[in-house]
């Protein structure tokens, strides 16, 4: 239907095996995700997008190694491996991904100071991307998800997304997690609770 969109998140190098930090399985989904997108009629694309030296990475944070915790100004945050610094191999699109029908490609976490999980809003929780405004101006209020990580970056997003009035649907398959301390069943449990669809 025109008023749906499918939003694909961050099918990049960098969390696929042989990248920074590796999905199990990330590019299985490729060929998944590429169905999705030509039966799609609108399809939009994230794009994790760091600046190097960035404060999600445990390279800055001496004495900090990668999944770990910290307290940042906005809250707790998991410090990740150096991962798609801008401009890089590793933060393009999977070189199989048909991303050509992309009409937009939001990125994020390019604020030095802040994470990026949601398509929708920072780490902050408040700080938008303008992607709401964006479904808005085109009347798009129902989304579909697919893409990587399940438990971070596209559930993030799908909870936003009811969060702010548009229904969402996860297509599970077309999905793969990085399910660090159970991260997996906890955000798929939020995302039913939520009313989040889970296919
Ligand atoms: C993601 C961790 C750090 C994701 C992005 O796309 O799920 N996870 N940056
Ligand atoms: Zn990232």
Redesign the pocket.
């Known amino acids: 239907m025109a008023d749906e969109a499918l939003v694909v ?2 099918l990049q190098n960098d ?1 696929c095996p042989g990248g920074a ?1 590796a999905v199990a399985g990330g590019d299985e989904i490729v060929p998944l995700v590429n169905d999705l997108i030509r039966s799609a009629d609108h399809v939009i694309m994230t794009q ?1 997008w760091h600046p190097a030296g960035h404060s ?1 990475f445990a390279s800055s944070h001496p004495g900090h190694q990668p999944y770990q915790s910290v307290t940042m100004p906005y809250g707790e945050q998991t410090l ?1 491996p150096d ?2 610094i801008q401009g890089s191999r590793g933060a393009e699109f999977h070189t199989g991904l048909a991303w050509a029908k992309a009409e937009l490609v939001i990125r994020k ?1 390019f604020r030095p100071a802040i ?1 990026s ?1 949601s398509a929708f809003f920072e780490n902050d929780r408040t700080t938008p991307t303008g992607l709401a405004g964006y479904l808005r101006e085109r009347g798009i209020g129902s989304i579909t998800l697919a893409g ?2 399940t438990d ?3 559930a993030y997003s799908a909870l936003d997304a009811v969060k702010l009035g548009f229904s969402a649907t996860v297509r599970l398959a077309a999905c793969r997690g ?1 399910d660090l301390n159970g991260s997996l069943d906890a955000m798929t449990g939020r995302m039913r609770d939520a009313g989040v669809t889970l296919l």
């Open positions: 998140i961050d969390f930090l994790d999600s990740w991962h798609c976490g994470d999980y990587l990580a971070f970056c596209v990085i």
